[in-house]
């Protein structure tokens, strides 16, 4: 307690493992085992740290709706769909980032 467990320390190893799987051309060099792996890892050390995935309750319905609205309309090639359901969202304070499998969200602050 005296150096408040170590939080930057951890924050530090995390950020760390994060960006050594970045530099591995974003996930291109992981197969989807590995990515799913590397997920769930993060996402435990999250629940003590809470820095790292947003939560999606803290998301509302239509918010949800729309970023699956565009992940179906970029599976049918629709990217101009795609492209209108970004630009809706970014209004609402969404960003989203495109990967070689899924597509992240985060808020913008």
């Known amino acids: 307690m005296d150096n408040d467990f170590d939080t930057s320390g951890a924050l530090g190893t995390v950020f760390s ?3 050594q ?3 591995m051309g974003n996930f ?21 740290l809470n820095v790292i995935f947003e939560e ?6 239509e918010v949800k709706a729309l970023i699956k ?4 309309a970029r599976k049918a090639k ?4 795609s492209d209108k359901i970004r630009d809706e969202l970014l209004t ?6 495109d990967t070689a ?6 808020r913008v602050f």
């Open 17 to 19: 493992l994060i960006s």
């Open 21 to 23: 799987i970045n530099s």
């Open 28 to 48: 291109q060099t992981l197969n989807k085992r590995e990515i799913d792996e590397a997920e769930k890892f993060l996402k435990s050390v999250d629940k003590v």
């Open 56 to 61: 999606e309750k803290d998301v509302d319905e």
């Open 69 to 72: 609205k565009r992940e179906e």
């Open 78 to 81: 629709d990217f101009a769909m």
């Open 92 to 97: 609402k304070g969404i960003i989203l980032e």
């Open 101 to 106: 499998n899924r597509t992240v969200w985060k």
